[in-house]
T-cell receptor
Framework: AQTVTQSQPEMSVQEAETVTLSCTYDTSENNYYLFWYKQPPSRQMILVIRQEAYKQQNATENRFSVNFQKAAKSFSLKISDSQLGDTAMYFCAFIRVTGANSKLTFGKGITLSVRP | DAMVIQNPRYQVTQFGKPVTLSCSQTLNHNVMYWYQQKSSQAPKLLFHYYDKDFNNEADTPDNFQSRRPNTSFCFLDIRSPGLGDAAMYLC?????????FGPGTRLTVL
């Protein structure tokens, strides 16, 4: 079974600064994906970034980047130049790549507040 | 990106009165999921479909049923809603093991 741990329930950051959200996971699988999802107060879950485990290069999407440490089973999200619209709950998630019946395993989430 | 549409966005029902939530997706993806999400918690998987192959999570209450009449549409039926069923219900579709979520339906039970 897979587990995803987000140990920080809340964080706060000043607008325009950089913040890092932590995530660790546990699995015996070799082929998997990791995700960060964002859920603003409007509640739609939005995919922020995806990392394939077989790729050594860290994924980047504009101001969002990850630090993927496969051996340490760590997958942190860095948000640069934080904006007020980044205020949201962020979920780290894992999926085993097997095909049809893959299920997401979520962490408990972290609430990020961006201060003006 | 997958387009997932959920209707209605807000649903109010009475205790014990059956309710149906709907989900549609525009790109004919084979896999669809229903999640229940309570405030400040991670989504909890209720069911998922691969084509018409239905997969029920072991801890999904019998009160919850699902139908998928065709590739595009999926329904969640709550036969006798209780106060504990008040939650956000999220539908998702999957492309290459990446899930995309709809906006959700917030269910209130009076």
């Amino acid at each position: 079974a897979q587990t995803v741990t987000q140990s920080q329930p809340e964080m706060s950051v000043q607008e325009a600064e950089t913040v890092t959200l932590s995530c660790t996971y546990d699995t015996s699988e070799n082929n998997y994906y990791l995700f960060w999802y964002k859920q603003p107060p409007s509640r739609q879950m939005i995919l922020v970034i995806r990392q394939e485990a077989y790729k050594q290069q860290n994924a980047t999407e504009n101001r969002f980047s990850v630090n993927f440490q496969k051996a340490a089973k760590s997958f942190s999200l860095k948000i640069s130049d934080s904006q007020l619209g980044d205020t949201a709950m962020y979920f780290c998630a894992f999926i085993r790549v097997t095909g049809a019946n893959s299920k997401l395993t979520f962490g408990k989430g972290i609430t990020l507040s961006v201060r003006p | 990106d997958a387009m997932v549409i959920q209707n209605p966005r807000y649903q109010v029902t009475q205790f014990g009165k059956p309710v149906t939530l709907s989900c549609s997706q525009t790109l004919n993806h084979n896999v669809m999921y229903w999640y229940q999400q309570k405030s400040s918690q991670a989504p909890k998987l209720l069911f998922h479909y691969y084509d018409k192959d239905f997969n029920n999570e072991a801890d999904t209450p019998d009160n919850f049923q699902s139908r998928r009449p065709n590739t595009s549409f999926c329904f969640l039926d709550i036969r006798s809603p209780g106060l504990g069923d008040a939650a956000m219900y999220l539908c998702a579709t999957s492309v290459t093991d990446t899930q995309y979520f709809g906006p959700g339906t917030r269910l209130t039970v009076l």
